[in-house]
């Protein structure tokens, strides 16, 4: 994460960040950051409960990776065949939820600056809101309900069946325009843009992937400058600088004229 305190924002030519039809907000980094160790535990204590295996993280991406592209990077790095991990994948992400569950207690959440007012300016403009992250579907739930979110997000995509974060966001916009096709049955299904909000290059390249644009927060493990390098249709050092420019830009408009 970058250690600057400035506040910095940048907006493509003719990107309205507020304006979108639907939003995909990531978790991790995005919308919180979690003091504690539950879900990192949960791969090792799963791995070694389920296959009586150790697992070994280091040098493994772990922001933007998906938990089940976490796996899977790791038993290629220890050089262990698909054919001995993978028969036990789901007995292993079932064993994850299970250990993440029982430690909810302990999930240390904190919120990123200006994820609530951002969250309240967008549901006040009309658009939907969900998450698209690389969490299992139960410990990402979890997450959100510790920190207060879940009332915020009509629905999620999750990683449960998707290893690349590009499928899974593909099945999360998907998801978006059919709930926006049943409460605007005349607007045309390819009408009104899935915006994707995330901290990482993968979460720019995946949105990229499908078409779709990206707000880039730098309230991860990527600065500012990093993110840029990946061409977001936005950028913003935090949620709540995007949210105090554009304000600040909207008085200054209405001052002109």
């Known amino acids: 994460m970058s250690s600057s305190p400035e506040a910095r924002v940048y907006l493509s030519e003719g990107f309205r960040w507020d304006e979108q039809r639907a939003y995909l907000f990531d978790i991790d980094g995005t919308l919180l950051r979690h003091r504690d160790r539950v ?26 990776n998906t938990d089940p592209g976490i796996l899977r990077d790791a038993f290629a790095r220890a050089s262990i065949e698909d054919s001995v991990w993978r028969p036990h994948r789901e007995d292993v992400l079932k064993a994850m ?72 966001i593909a099945h999360a916009a998907e998801q978006a325009r059919a709930i926006v096709a049943t409460t605007e049955p005349d607007l045309p299904r390819s009408a009104g843009t899935v915006c994707v909000v995330g901290d990482t290059p993968f979460d720019v390249e995946s949105a990229r992937a499908n078409g779709l644009p990206t707000i880039a927060v730098a309230t991860g493990r990527y600065s500012f400058e990093e993110l840029m390098e990946h061409e977001p249709a936005a950028c913003a050092s935090t949620l709540e600088a995007l949210l105090q420019a554009s304000d600040i830009t909207v008085r200054a408009a209405e001052h002109a004229s």
Do not use: Y
């Open 97 to 168: 939820c299970a250990r993440v569950a029982a430690r909810r207690g302990e999930l240390l959440p904190t919120i990123m600056p200006g994820v609530e007012a951002v969250l309240a300016h967008l549901e006040g403009k009309g658009a939907l809101l969900g998450v698209a992250t690389g969490n299992l579907e139960q410990i990402g739930w979890l997450k959100i309900e510790n920190a207060g979110l879940r009332p915020w997000f009509r629905f999620g995509g999750f990683c449960d069946r998707f290893e690349a974060r590009a499928e899974m």
């Open 39 to 64: 879900h990192v535990d949960a791969f090792h204590e799963s791995v070694r409960e389920v296959m009586g295996r150790e697992l070994v993280l280091d040098g493994v991406t772990l922001a933007g």
